[in-house]
């Protein structure tokens, strides 16, 4: 584990505390040293908290901080944000379970899947980790039964465009979830939106991930119950799987709450000896599902080691260019991103954009396969997308000019948008 002081000294006091926070969390610190930490140092506040928000990870941060040292006018402002958090989640948790429950009703057995589901099975808290979509695992047969469904629900499609131009079977190959939106007034006079996912893959195909690794395993689920009534979620160590894949292929490994979730989860999983993360050394029987085999791994847990503490056990056979890349992903999550990629800036949204990929990239273990990566990504950002024929209507004889709007208004992305 790297030592605090040294994180202290590299990259900043606010740094320091957030990772020290995440430390006393994760039960590798303690609390004492934690106010030993603040009280050696001129903290900036307000960067913990823009830092603390920008990975994702206030919840955790912000309780630990509640039992610290911290001054009390800021635990004031913490409390608030936590009780919005807390409000919001349970809402999310609360149309979860109204959803499940009406597609059950159409026969269609639904899964809470990421958000607050991996927070209650977890963290065992729903409020522990930032939300905002209600993702479900789904069958993707049960697909065309849905949009019914959710209009009397008063959902929208929010691609539906899209899904009635490819179709029901060209949709299933070419995307990953079918999704649905709602605003509704609060009792407040405030609106609420809800998003919804339905899953049927872990990851987008344009991702390149096998498909025995990129489907969900239903084959055990378990009773669990999320806020007030009952549900089945998936089995931990699959849940953890199919999130460590997200993790990997989609988010890239930008941002801390990406290591507190895993290190989260595998704490959990590893105080139950029947859900060992560590493969056995002979080939084990579920070796087609295994993350491991397709993608460095062990950059995962190299930077959870450094970052936490957590972690070493399950780095298996570790090469000098996976220490290399972790020292990478440990300093670009400890350097932050405020303030640094302008997107809304031609150049500098380019830049993001090599940067991700990149980043992605170098988790495939496969040199082939990381270069098909890499090209198939760049030409699908830039390949007209239904977005843009709704914003920019055209008659069909003027299709391809949507060619030249599509990069366009890709480059012209807000920072909100990229």
Same mark, same amino acid.
């Not at 050394?281 to 080691?305: A, G, Q, W």
């Not at 070493?312 to 670009?332: D, P």
């Given at each position: ?11 900043? #006091? ?7 926070? /995440?430390r006393? %969390? ?9 106010d ?45 944000e ?21 597609l059950?009703?159409? %026969? ?5 899947y990421?958000?607050?589901?991996y ?19 789904i069958?993707?047969?049960?697909l ?5 469904i959710? $209009?009397?629900?008063?959902?929208? +499609? ?13 949709? /299933? ?5 079918? /999704?649905?939106?709602k ?24 991702f390149g991930a +096998? ?16 806020n007030?009534? #009952? #549900? *089945? ?19 890239g ?18 105080a ?11 080939? +084990?029987?579920?070796?087609?599902r295994?993350? $491991? ?9 190299l ?9 070493q ?8 260019s $996976?220490?290399?890349a972790?020292?990478?992903f440990?300093?670009?999550n ?9 997107r809304h ?6 830049? %993001? ?13 496969d040199?082939?396969?990381? *270069? ?26 003027? #299709? ?12 012209l ?6």
């Amino acid at each position: 584990m790297l030592p605090i002081e040294t994180i202290n000294a590299h990259y900043d #006091a606010s740094v320091a505390i957030i990772i020290q926070a /995440c430390r006393v %969390h994760l039960q590798t610190a303690t609390l004492k040293e934690l106010d030993e930490l603040i009280e050696k140092n001129d903290i900036n506040w307000q960067q913990v908290a823009l830092f603390s928000k920008m990975h994702r990870i206030r919840p955790v941060v912000f309780r630990v901080l509640l039992n610290s040292v911290a001054p009390a006018s800021l635990k004031e402002k913490l409390k608030r944000e936590l009780q919005v958090n807390t409000l919001l989640n349970f809402s999310i948790a609360s149309e979860t379970e109204r959803i499940i429950e009406r597609l059950a009703k159409d %026969h269609i057995h639904a899964i809470p899947y990421k958000g607050v589901a991996y927070s209650k099975q977890f963290y065992e808290d729903i409020s522990m980790r930032e939300s905002s979509d209600i993702d479900l695992v789904i069958d993707a047969a049960d697909l065309p039964k849905t949009f019914s469904i959710f $209009e009397q629900e008063g959902y929208t +499609p929010f691609n539906l465009a899209n899904y009635q131009s490819l179709g029901y079977e060209r949709y /299933c190959q070419v995307e990953k979830d079918l /999704c649905f939106d709602k605003t509704i007034s609060t009792g407040t006079g405030t609106k609420q939106s809800f998003h919804v996912e339905l899953h049927y893959k872990i990851t987008h195909p344009r991702f390149g991930a +096998p498909a025995t690794l990129n489907q969900f395993d239903l084959s055990t689920t378990v009773a669990c119950e999320l806020n007030q009534g #009952a #549900a *089945r979620f998936l089995h931990a160590k699959e849940h953890y799987r199919a999130i460590m894949l997200h993790h990997l292929l989609h988010d890239g490994l930008e941002y801390l709450k990406i290591f507190v979730d895993l290190a989260t989860g595998y704490k959990k999983l590893s105080a139950n000896t029947g859900l060992n993360l560590v493969p056995p050394t002979e080939e +084990p029987v579920d070796s087609h599902r295994s993350l $491991e085999k397709v993608y460095h791994t062990n950059i995962v847990f190299l930077v959870m080691d450094q970052l936490f503490g957590l972690g070493q056990t399950a780095v298996i056979n570790k090469t000098q260019s $996976e220490e290399k890349a972790a020292y990478y992903f440990l300093n670009f999550n400890l350097q932050g991103t405020v303030g640094r990629y302008q997107r809304h800036r031609v150049f500098s949204l380019l830049n %993001h954009y090599r940067r991700t990929i990149a980043n992605r990239a170098t988790l495939i273990r496969d040199k082939k396969q990381r *270069r098909v990566f890499q090209w198939r990504f760049w030409i699908e950002l830039f390949l007209p997308q239904q977005a843009d024929q709704e914003a920019v209507p055209l008659p069909r004889f003027l #299709a391809p000019l949507y060619f030249i709007i599509r990069p366009i208004r890709v480059l012209l992305r807000k920072k909100t948008d990229a």
